[in-house]
């Protein structure tokens, strides 16, 4: 009876982390650029793929198991594969930024600084941008409404959203008159 027990649990396979089956990260989370994805839009669908794909504790404030658990190969071996994730979701520039790190919840915290810094200065900068945006600037009024559009997500991500009716207000005072 025993010898079946253990012929039985040493038949019986760990599952397979749902995380090993992303095969193509970049399918599922754009790439930040800071731009047209910019970090607050970035974040957020990062983060509903680490829930679904159970490794969210890699990027939050939850502690790694001890190098002596049994958790941690796996964990080591997740977070590997996290970080991977980020490295593969951001310019190429920006993945050079984090390459000397070695775990996800510091790539994660850096790239949180590099676009959360100086919020002050990079809202004037933008603020500057929106405010002197001209349709002989862009390529079309689409390309135009598009630039807003961009500068204003921007904007939000550093703590200065744009209004919608503000919005149209630099868009009416930009198009030429008919």
Known sequence: MMQETLAESSNKLDPLHPAYSVSNIQSKIRTLDGTKVTYSAWVKLFRFHTVAYKVSNDI???APPAATSPEYTQW???????????????????????????????????????????????AAALETKFCNLTLTACSSVDDYC?????????????????????????????????
Do not use: C, G
């Open 76 to 122: 080591k071996e997740l977070d590997a594969l996290v970080i991977q994730w980020i490295y593969n979701t951001v310019l190429d520039d920006l993945m050079k930024r984090l390459m000397d790190t070695t775990l996800a919840r510091v790539a994660w915290t850096k790239l949180k600084k590099i676009f959360l810094s100086n919020k002050k200065a990079r």
């Open 146 to 178: 598009q630039r807003l559009s961009d500068l204003a997500s921007q904007l939000a991500d550093v703590d200065q959203p744009i209004s919608e009716s503000r919005l149209v207000l630099q868009l009416v005072r930009r198009l030429p008159p008919e």
């Open 60 to 62: 939050d404030e939850s």
